[in-house]
């Protein structure tokens, strides 16, 4: 696993969620859209959050804090997809 994969990756998984949240409201216009909205706003969050991190100067055990990266990444994306499976949901 390298760094280039591991960005590669950051920026996929949460275009791809972001992807989802807007096909969501442009085919369910009569739906509020508001909370689809705050659920985006925190998928960009994260996407520069951990944008961040992985270009920040990493001192020590390199693998393991990219590690931690990744499975952020899955563990808040996992988040992020409950929270708009209830959003859908309502």
């Known amino acids: 696993m390298n760094l280039r994969d591991l960005k590669k990756d950051i920026e996929y998984i949460i275009g791809e969620f972001i992807d989802d949240c807007t096909l969501f409201v442009t085919l369910n216009p009569g739906k509020d859209s508001d909370e689809v909205a705050k659920i985006i706003e925190e998928a ?9 991190k992985v270009n920040a100067k990493v001192e020590g055990n390199k693998k393991a804090y990219y590690d931690g990266i990744r499975k952020e990444l899955f563990e808040k994306t996992d988040e992020l997809c409950e929270k708009l499976s209830a959003a859908v949901s309502k």
């Open 44 to 52: 960009v969050d994260l996407y520069n959050n951990l944008k961040d």
